[in-house]
């Protein structure tokens, strides 16, 4: 019996880590088209703003109804942006459109505190309407979340890029400390 060689089971980790890697990797196939999706909601509601920025205008001119329409014009643009962004893996057009949504979603929050902290009573209407602005803002914080998440993996793409086919750091830094150790000795 003492022969006979004991077998090992099968190490858990590494499959825990092919199947997470896995998942990973799916993860991130899939995650430009969630990120098309968002692109194509977003420029759906920014259009859907424009229209009502421009009824609003013809309605009744005003100088607010003016700056509306404006920032709805640059609302779209930026949208825009961040499809040719990521259609064409250009991570600084991807980048504008983050930074555009992080002042969009700090002035949500914003809001959303000055509404509350305004209210005199609790009213049940107005409950029900905070309700779906919180809504609102967990799901363009997930939205931001995403697209962010897939500017890392472009970014990171391109970093690796520029560093395989500009290798020249990398000799100099080799032909200069050789040159240094023989200077001290």
């Known amino acids: 019996m003492a022969a ?76 825009i942006l961040l499809m040719v962004g990521l259609f064409k893996r250009k991570p600084v057009f991807v980048r504008y459109w983050l930074i555009f949504s992080l002042v969009g979603f700090i002035t949500d929050i914003l809001f959303l505190l000055w509404g509350i902290a305004t209210s005199i009573t609790v009213d049940w209407d107005r409950l029900q309407e905070f309700s779906l602005i919180f809504l609102g803002i967990f799901i363009e914080s997930t939205c931001i979340y995403i697209i962010h998440r897939y500017y890392q993996i472009m970014d990171e793409s391109k970093k690796k890029r520029t560093l395989c086919c500009g290798g020249k750091d990398d000799k100099k830094k080799s032909s200069k400390s050789p040159k240094k150790k023989k200077a001290k000795k």
Not at 58 to 75: D, P, R, T, Y
Request: hydrophobic fraction near 45%; glycine fraction near 2%; include cysteine.
């Open 4 to 79: 006979e060689k004991k077998k090992h089971p099968p190490k858990k980790k590494s499959q825990e880590k092919k199947s997470k890697k896995s998942k990973q990797s799916s993860l991130n196939d899939n995650l430009p088209k969630i990120c098309f999706g968002i692109a194509i909601s977003d420029l759906l509601h920014a259009l859907y703003f424009t229209v009502q920025a421009m009824i609003l205008l013809v309605h009744q001119f005003s100088v607010f109804a003016m700056l509306a329409l404006l920032g709805v014009i640059f609302w779209v643009i930026i949208v």
